[in-house]
């Protein structure tokens, strides 16, 4: 062998390198060029028609006003409900597969079947879900059953990132609490969830992302239309129909050609889903910082 | 006065035949220490003694350990309270990442200890019985994880005694640490004599001499040589156990 090749020191940058830097890094750069173009874009064109008024109204066909208030509810009713059946059920899977499960088929079945849902179109759980939910379980096109619909769509990311922060709690703090004579559950409670918190939120989160962007399935589901505002209670309301931003936004655009609207609904959710993933990255700094 | 008696003990992991027939008595407010090559199955041994192996899939047990006359496997024994009894501190440190007060407190809210001021008492109390009292009685809120790896081990010791165990169980527990902190550990385990009986796997003979008052000798899954430890040291009776203590082998 060359004796210069043979040392660790002389690497010379050759031209072919060079050549492929400068490729990666211009489509690198027309990737960012055309996401920030297109951020930009809906911002200036959406912000100027975020209005207080759009905010905190209901559409009023007789004076000719839009607001989208009801559709700001419909989401927060759907984010609220299909959490509050996916947490559970999620993190309790996630902990089942990975602590009681001790039957290896089985968890290769569940954790292929939550890959393959996590592949699948929404739409077609949009039809499943309204022939499941709304027909057959008689819930009408409602706000329960885009929840129940939902919770279905994100239990696959809840189930997935929770058994993974679970595995991530080291075996040494288990055998630490069997050694003191902690029942299992006592040690899921106060050794794996607390550890394991960090990243179910992220999952949480990652799913409310989900959720405020889901459009077809909702409109199968839930409903497209939200011209009023809820008048009974968060449970007399879930049983009616109704459309989330993204749904509304789907039919602005389209259908009635109210672009100012719908510009101003896309630049809302843009600011939802960046918020979201910002606190994603944050948790994830503290999780880094905590572990130390 | 015999603590624990262990008659005729196997133990197969699967098809690995890990303990092939142990008798072995352990004496009450003693240390007792168990040295042998690796993989000859001391920390197998050792964990069969708080059921600690109970969790490991395909795992057979068969023969008699019994703690104060009272069989560990029978029927009706609760795993929880035996590990109250018999307790445990691993190889390497492994405080949980709360704080230090918290950790000392884990064991005592697991069996059910309610009242803070007794809590208090009893986290300062093994607190120094760990003889780390001193140096973390001002910071006692802080993570646990902060503390270096001699300062955490002796919080695990602490953890176990909080529970006010009556054995002991080490596994090498100095073998991650610097000289001083082993010092400080060793010096802490002949003060634990007086309470408590201990049982500590080790892989180092000098420790084994230095701080025990019997040994066995373990080799391949079975229990070679039994003796006070000075009587191991200075005349082993089986040529394999002087051997490896005068490092022929292991
Ligand atoms: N959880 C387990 N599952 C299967 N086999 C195991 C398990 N733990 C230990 N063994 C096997 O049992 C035998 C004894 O292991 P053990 O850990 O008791 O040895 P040891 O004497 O403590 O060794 P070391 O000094 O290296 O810690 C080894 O052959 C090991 O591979
Ligand atoms: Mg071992």
């Given at each position: 062998?060359?004796?210069?090749?043979?040392?660790?020191?002389?690497?010379?940058?050759?031209?072919?390198?060079?050549?492929?830097?400068?490729?990666?890094?211009?489509?690198?750069?027309?990737?960012?060029?055309?996401?920030?173009?297109?951020?930009?874009?809906?911002?200036?064109?959406?912000?100027?028609?975020?209005?207080?008024?759009?905010?905190?109204?209901?559409?009023?066909?007789?004076?000719?006003?839009?607001?989208?208030?009801?559709?700001?509810?419909?989401?927060?009713?759907?984010?609220?409900?299909?959490?509050?059946?996916?947490?559970?059920?999620?993190?309790?899977?996630?902990?089942?597969?990975?602590?009681?499960?001790?039957?290896?088929?089985?968890?290769?079945?569940?954790?292929?079947?939550?890959?393959?849902?996590?592949?699948?179109?929404?739409?077609?759980?949009?039809?499943?879900?309204?022939?499941?939910?709304?027909?057959?379980?008689?819930?009408?096109?409602?706000?329960?059953?885009?929840?129940?619909?939902?919770?279905?769509?994100?239990?696959?990311?809840?189930?997935?990132?929770?058994?993974?922060?679970?595995?991530?709690?080291?075996?040494s703090y288990?055998e630490g609490a069997a050694g003191l004579g902690a029942?299992?559950?006592?040690?899921?409670?106060t050794i794996?969830?607390?550890?394991?918190?960090?990243?179910?939120?992220?999952?949480?989160?990652?799913?409310?992302?989900?959720?405020?962007?889901?459009?077809?399935?909702?409109?199968?589901?839930?409903?497209?239309?939200?011209?009023?505002?809820?008048?009974?209670?968060?449970?007399?309301?879930?049983?009616?129909?109704?459309?989330?931003?993204?749904?509304?936004?789907?039919?602005?655009?389209?259908?009635?050609?109210?672009?100012?609207?719908?510009?101003?609904?896309?630049?809302?959710?843009?600011?939802?889903?960046?918020?979201?993933?910002?606190?994603?990255?944050?948790?994830?700094?503290?999780?880094?910082?905590?572990?130390? | 006065?015999?603590?624990?008696?262990?008659?005729?003990?196997?133990?197969?992991?699967?098809?690995?035949?890990?303990?092939?027939?142990?008798?072995?008595?352990?004496?009450?407010?003693?240390?007792?220490?168990?040295?042998?090559?690796?993989?000859?199955?001391?920390?197998?041994?050792?964990?069969?003694?708080?059921?600690?192996?109970?969790?490991?899939?395909?795992?057979?047990?068969?023969?008699?350990?019994?703690?104060?006359?009272?069989?560990?496997?029978?029927?009706?024994?609760?795993?929880?309270?035996?590990r109250k009894?018999?307790g445990m501190v691993f190889?390497?440190p492994n405080p949980f990442p709360m704080s230090i007060y918290d950790n000392a407190a884990y064991g005592l809210r697991i069996h059910?200890?309610?009242?803070?001021?007794?809590i208090?008492?009893i986290v300062?109390r093994s607190l120094?019985g760990a003889?780390i009292?001193?140096?973390v009685?001002?910071?006692l809120?802080?993570?646990a994880?902060?503390l270096?790896?001699?300062q955490q081990q002796r919080l695990c010791i602490a953890r176990t005694l909080a529970v006010s165990p009556?054995?002991i169980?080490m596994?090498?527990p100095?073998?991650?640490?610097?000289?001083?902190?082993?010092?400080?550990?060793?010096?802490?385990?002949?003060?634990?004599?007086?309470?408590?009986?201990?049982?500590?796997?080790?892989?180092?003979?000098?420790?084994?001499?230095?701080?025990?008052?019997?040994?066995?000798?373990?080799?391949?899954?079975?229990?070679?040589?039994?003796?006070?430890?000075?009587?191991?040291?200075?005349?082993?009776?089986?040529?394999?156990?002087?051997?490896?203590?005068?490092?022929?082998?292991?």
């Open positions: 062998m060359n004796r210069a090749m043979s040392g660790i020191t002389g690497k010379r940058k050759r031209p072919a390198d060079a050549l492929l830097y400068l490729v990666i890094g211009l489509f690198t750069a027309a990737v960012f060029a055309m996401t920030m173009y297109f951020a930009g874009y809906i911002f200036v064109k959406g912000c100027a028609g975020i209005t207080f008024a759009l905010l905190t109204t209901a559409p009023n066909p007789i004076i000719r006003t839009i607001g989208i208030l009801p559709a700001i509810i419909n989401t927060a009713y759907i984010i609220l409900l299909t959490l509050v059946f996916a947490v559970p059920i999620g993190v309790g899977g996630a902990v089942y597969i990975n602590e009681y499960a001790n039957k290896r088929k089985l968890i290769r079945v569940i954790e292929f079947t939550t890959e393959t849902l996590s592949g699948i179109p929404s739409i077609i759980f949009g039809v499943f879900g309204y022939v499941f939910f709304c027909v057959f379980l008689n819930l009408k096109v409602s706000l329960i059953a885009g929840a129940l619909t939902l919770t279905i769509m994100v239990l696959p990311t809840i189930i997935r990132t929770a058994q993974e922060a679970l595995k991530a709690v080291p075996l288990r029942s299992k559950w006592y040690m899921i409670r794996l969830l607390p550890n394991a918190s960090s990243g179910i939120i992220t999952a949480v989160i990652l799913s409310v992302g989900r959720i405020v962007g889901e459009s077809a399935a909702l409109l199968l589901v839930a409903g497209g239309s939200a011209m009023y505002l809820p008048k009974g209670s968060f449970f007399e309301q879930i049983k009616n129909s109704g459309s989330t931003l993204a749904v509304e936004l789907y039919r602005y655009a389209y259908s009635r050609g109210e672009n100012e609207v719908g510009f101003a609904i896309a630049a809302l959710l843009l600011i939802i889903v960046i918020g979201l993933n910002l606190s994603v990255k944050l948790i994830g700094k503290r999780l880094k910082g905590g572990a130390k | 006065m015999t603590k624990i008696v262990t008659e005729n003990l196997h133990l197969h992991y699967g098809e690995n035949h890990a303990l092939r027939g142990i008798n072995l008595n352990i004496l009450t407010n003693k240390i007792t220490a168990l040295i042998g090559p690796s993989g000859c199955g001391k920390s197998t041994y050792l964990k069969t003694l708080n059921r600690m192996n109970d969790n490991v899939p395909n795992v057979k047990i068969s023969g008699q350990v019994l703690l104060d006359s009272e069989d560990i496997y029978g029927g009706t024994v609760d795993v929880t309270k035996l009894k018999v190889q390497s059910g200890v309610k009242k803070r001021l007794l208090d008492e300062e120094r003889a009292w001193d140096e009685k001002d910071r809120k802080t993570p994880l902060a270096s790896g001699g009556e054995v169980l596994d090498e100095t073998s991650a640490l610097d000289p001083i902190s082993t010092m400080k550990i060793e010096e802490l385990m002949s003060e634990l004599t007086k309470q408590y009986t201990v049982v500590i796997v080790t892989h180092n003979m000098q420790q084994a001499a230095r701080i025990s008052d019997y040994t066995a000798f373990f080799l391949l899954g079975e229990m070679i040589e039994y003796d006070e430890t000075n009587r191991i040291f200075a005349a082993p009776k089986n040529p394999r156990t002087e051997n490896y203590i005068t490092g022929r082998f292991g």
